[in-house]
């Protein structure tokens, strides 16, 4: 069966540059998810689309936008890169109305 | 701050011993979920409980749910040493679309062959 889809899977970039997380959802998963997980911590809740629209805000800073795409893609674009943003990122989706979320296998991105 | 933290955040088991983890919240929900992570991995999803439910079988998996305790536990029965994870609750406040999951810390299991 087919699974959630990132890429790129690494990234490596310095302070103060950009990356942008790209994010395909299991087919005719119409809700996405992006969550960030730190070094030994928990994975938090950052924003979700659903139907293309910001469906929900959690803790995402203000350098960091996200977009869902006709096509329900999603990216997730990082700005002015911190070293406090190397974490594993992951989109996760969800069919219509049901509560299960499906994760990616994550982007692990590496500030330095 | 987390809305579920596990308890215990370590555990080390023989293989065929049963596995109990807990979990607490903090707010309201509308179901609870637990996940499992193996290390630097994606989240696979394991099993849901509706706040309506006390109790849900699946496989050697049986996960409790007391919402007037506001806590949750995973039991793996005869765990093998393909067990060994990281497994984090995740609580949602909304049902249908849009439920964003607040997860607690993780636990890590260890199940020695």
């Not at chain 1, 995402?60 to 006709?70: E, G, L, M, V």
Request: aromatic share 10%.
């Amino acid at each position: 069966a087919a699974g959630v889809i990132q890429s790129p899977r690494h990234l490596i970039k310095e302070k103060r540059e950009t990356a942008t997380l790209k994010c395909y959802p299991i087919p005719r998963h119409d809700t996405v998810y992006w969550y960030q997980q730190g070094p030994g911590q928990d994975p938090q809740f950052l924003i979700s689309f659903y139907e293309k629209m910001q469906s929900d805000k959690g803790s995402i800073p203000d350098r960091f936008s996200a977009q869902q795409f006709s096509d329900y893609h999603s990216e997730l674009n990082m700005s002015s890169l911190e070293l406090g943003d190397s974490a594993l990122y992951f989109c996760a989706s969800s069919f219509p109305h049901v509560e299960t979320q499906y994760f990616g296998p994550g982007t692990r991105l590496l500030v330095l | 701050s987390q809305q579920g933290e596990e308890d215990p955040q370590a555990l080390s088991i023989q293989e065929g011993e049963n596995a109990t983890m807990n979990c607490s919240y903090k707010t309201s929900i509308n179901n609870l979920q637990w996940y499992r992570q193996n290390s630097g991995r994606g989240l696979v999803h394991l099993i849901l409980i509706r706040s309506n439910e006390r109790e849900k079988h699946s496989g050697r998996l049986r996960v409790t749910l007391d919402t007037s305790k506001k806590s949750s536990s995973l039991l793996i029965t005869a765990s093998r040493a393909a067990d060994t994870a990281s497994y984090f609750c995740a609580t949602a406040v909304l049902g249908g679309a849009n439920s964003k999951l607040t997860f607690g810390k993780g636990i890590t299991l260890s199940v020695r062959p």
